[in-house]
């Protein structure tokens, strides 16, 4: 069977396995990381999915703790492992320990993902047994411009490809993992006042329009153009550029910069225009 499974493409997912069940006894048994990799583009908030070497499910970017490393260690050596991202700013926001989590081998595969587990199950029976466990996991965000970053995933490490898909239109994932991505967002919805999400998200020059927009993607909700400006404005951390000028009279909006020392301070002390 080792040889039927290494005949269809899988020859780095099953050296995988391989290095991974002799790895076991390097990490802490029943926890995990999972990432939520958060975007802005074309108007919509948009998170990073990977999708399954063996199957079409989607998931986060996330994976095991190894012994010899922190908590905060662990979710950057497994973002860098599973997505080649580097330098990016990493906050934790919730761990999801519900005694009925659901285990990786819970999930409404395919066939040809039912064949793949029982491959896994009949040669690698250590390594499966380590996955069909429950896991506590925690769970860091970031805020990333999707037009700055290059994912680099890794064959071999479960994950074929990866796409960055709207929060509004997001398809099944294994496990928990949306109910992962809702809990985020809460988070991050509450936290706004407090969390750097213009500066990492928007481009270096914007109209407040565009900031609006931002606001109203992550909110979900409508907010009222004179008073959002008008608080945005009093909080003093913009520098005012020329007019972006689109051809009609009069009508061009002004473009806009963070002042980057005050926007900065202005968060750590909570920006309080919501």
Aim: hydrophobic share 35%.
């Amino acid at each position: 069977m080792e040889k039927e499974f290494l005949t269809r493409g899988l020859e780095d997912e099953i050296q995988d396995l391989r290095e991974m069940e002799d790895a076991i006894e390097n990490w802490h048994p029943g926890s995990s990381v999972d990432c939520v990799i958060l975007g802005y583009e074309k108007q919509k908030v948009k998170v990073l999915l990977l999708k399954m070497e063996f199957d079409d499910l989607r998931m986060l970017p996330g994976g095991m703790i190894p012994k010899n490393k922190d908590l905060r260690d662990a979710a950057y050596h497994v973002l860098k492992v599973r997505t080649g991202l580097e330098s990016v700013f990493l906050k934790q926001f919730h761990t999801f320990g519900r005694k009925d989590r659901p285990s990786i081998m819970d999930n409404s595969f395919s066939e040809k993902g039912r064949q793949y587990l029982d491959h896994v199950k009949l040669n690698y029976p250590k390594y499966y047994d380590w996955m069909n466990r429950r896991y506590i996991t925690t769970g860091y965000f970031a805020l990333v411009d999707i037009s700055k970053v290059k994912v680099e995933y890794s064959s071999g490490q479960m994950n074929e490809k990866y796409d960055w898909v709207a929060i509004d239109n997001i398809p099944d994932l294994i496990m928990d993992h949306d109910r992962i991505i809702r809990k985020c967002l809460d988070f991050i919805r509450v936290q706004l006042n407090y969390l750097p999400i213009s500066m990492n998200l928007l481009p270096d020059e914007f109209t407040m329009k565009d900031l609006q927009k931002l606001y109203e993607a992550f909110l979900n909700e409508k907010l009222e153009r004179s008073n959002f400006q008008r608080k945005m404005l009093k909080l003093g951390i913009f520098d005012r550029l020329k007019k972006k000028m689109s051809g009609a009279a009069n009508k061009a909006p002004y473009l806009y910069r963070f002042d980057k020392d005050k926007y900065n301070e202005l968060v750590k002390k909570g920006i309080g225009v919501l």
